[in-house]
């Protein structure tokens, strides 16, 4: 009650901020244990893939394991990384690419002209 009179809030709202704490400790809960649960299911899935090395269901297996690793590292906050690497060519660049293109489309088509006079 002292904490309503020095924030000046009334009983509903003190009981709201403390239920607020009450949820967020069972939110760290039940993460704590979901956690676990894909923890042994990664462990699980690992032997599982030592085990049917050689056998038709590995894949399977393994993209088991990775889905349960993967939601484990991004519940733990070590979220996978994953680089992607995009080249986004100069104007100068596309040109080249283009008039290489272009003269790779003549070759091509007097081939075929050549082609289709012998046949």
Do not use: W, Y
């Not at 649960?37 to 393994?62: C, H, P, Y």
């Not at 590292?73 to 690497?85: D, K």
């Amino acid at each position: 009650m002292q904490a309503c009179a020095r924030l000046r809030c009334n009983r509903a709202t003190s009981r709201n901020f403390k239920s607020g704490f009450v949820e967020a400790e069972s939110i760290s809960a039940r993460k704590k244990s979901i956690i676990a649960i894909l923890s042994n299911v990664a462990e699980l899935g690992a032997s599982r893939m030592e085990e049917t090395i050689g056998k038709v269901n590995l894949r399977d297996v393994a993209i088991g394991t990775g889905i349960a690793v993967d939601k484990m590292l991004a519940l733990t906050g070590q979220a996978s990384v994953i680089a992607v690497q995009v080249s986004v060519p100069a104007e100068e660049e596309r040109l080249e690419r283009r008039a290489r293109h272009a003269r790779l489309d003549e070759i091509t088509a007097k081939l075929k002209e050549l082609r289709d006079s012998q046949a």
